[in-house]
Nanobody
């Protein structure tokens, strides 16, 4: 299994980056709930957005109304649309199953500029 995240970078406050996660290898993406996790400096990794195999979504309180998770099972890709970036959104963003595999990709760093 390989999970590759992309789309991060240096963003202005109130920016709207779109992150994507491509899955490859021996994983049938469509049958799993998938999540976007993030790890901010000095903090533990946390789940911020979840999408079930049926397409239902759930979000952590700090990102509700600003983040949107979606999936394209045919492309084996999970997306995270981020709107209205805040400085506290600065983090490395990862995707994984929920519950997560032991394996984690390298993540993609989103840095909100001052």
């Amino acid at each position: 299994v390989q999970l590759v995240e992309a789309g991060g970078g240096l963003e202005p406050p109130w920016g709207f980056p779109r992150l994507l996660c491509s899955a490859s290898g021996r994983i049938i993406l469509s049958i799993y709930a998938m999540g976007w996790y993030r790890q901010s400096p000095g903090k533990q990794r946390e789940l911020v957005a979840l999408i079930t195999s049926g397409g239902r979504t759930n979000y952590a309180d700090p990102v509700k109304g600003r983040f949107t998770i979606s999936r394209d099972n045919a492309k084996r890709t999970v997306y995270l649309q981020i709107n209205s970036l805040k400085p506290e959104d600065t983090a490395v963003y990862y995707c994984n199953k929920d519950p997560p595999l032991d394996y984690w990709g390298k993540g993609t760093l989103v840095t909100v500029s001052a």
